[in-house]
């Protein structure tokens, strides 16, 4: 093999690892769902709710629940997570407050309950389901709950700064507060949310479907320096790879004239 091909080669493979790398370092920052189907969530986690009146999880669930976890001033999937619980209640054949319910949660604590307010009255202005107001309830509360309840949910996030890294993922709870199911990404089905609440007000678990996970991010997390390493050398090593295959393409069209 001749000098320029043997650089050549090196360089190729050295490339190739190096993207390998970022890869996979970029899949260890992914913050997504574990899966807790047929677990419990702890009836002792205390929220505020709209009347500024701290309450127990488990007085508020006795029927098929829909929980949300988000951040109300989320500048990313939050607010289709959001859209897609509005849509599901104006379009399913099941009565809210009846069949089933809406809960809501920030996974910010430092978010007042006032934010909540607000965002629940920009959703009512748009909704044709008048019950609303009273059967989908908005919450905040402490770091320290929001640890508690999103682990034993499965639910992953990580914090930077004032924004959030999390998946798009709502969970449907039993009226025993067993998870039932998970719904994943911005919209649910009717005919899909329909099974899913008879399963559930029958205490039924049932395996997730359209496991279509989305993720609300918008930053490289600085405390994975590696991965920030790994990327740029990876960049600088294809420009230098591509200035290599020109020299070399060009040394053999010389040879062969």
């Known amino acids: 093999m001749d000098p320029v091909r043997h650089i050549f080669y090196r360089l190729a493979v050295f490339t190739i690892t190096l993207l390998s790398l970022a890869d ?4 260890d920052n992914r913050f997504g769902i574990v899966e807790k189907l047929g677990e419990s969530l702890p009836q002792d986690i205390v929220l505020l709710n709209e009347d500024s009146v701290w309450v127990r999880l488990g007085d508020l669930i006795d029927k098929p629940t829909l929980l949300s976890f988000v951040y ?8 289709p997570v959001m859209d897609g619980l509005a849509e599901i209640i104006d379009k399913s054949d099941l009565k809210l407050g009846k069949d089933y319910q809406v809960i809501t949660i920030s996974i910010d604590y430092r978010e007042p309950i ?6 629940k009255k920009s959703y009512l202005k748009v909704m044709e389901t008048k019950s609303a107001g009273h059967f989908w309830k908005f919450y905040v509360t402490d770091s320290s709950a929001v640890k508690k309840l999103t682990d034993a949910a499965g639910w992953n996030f990580t914090r930077k ?3 959030f890294t999390h998946a798009a993922a709502t969970l449907l709870i039993t009226p ?3 998870i039932s199911q998970y719904f994943y990404g911005t919209f649910i089905l009717p005919m899909h949310f329909h099974m899913a609440v008879e399963d559930a007000r029958a205490e039924r678990i049932d395996a997730s479907r359209l496991k279509d996970l989305k993720y609300c991010y918008n930053f490289v997390p600085e405390k994975n320096k590696t991965y920030s390493t790994v990327v740029s050398s990876a960049g600088i090593a294809i420009l230098v790879l591509a200035a290599f295959l020109f020299i070399w393409l060009s040394l053999a069209k010389t040879s062969k004239s």
């Open 24 to 27: 996979i370092s970029a899949q």
């Open 72 to 79: 109300y001033k989320c500048p990313g999937l939050c607010s």
């Open 114 to 119: 006032s934010l909540a307010r607000e965002k």
């Open 161 to 163: 700064g004032k924004d």
């Open 176 to 178: 025993r507060m067993k």
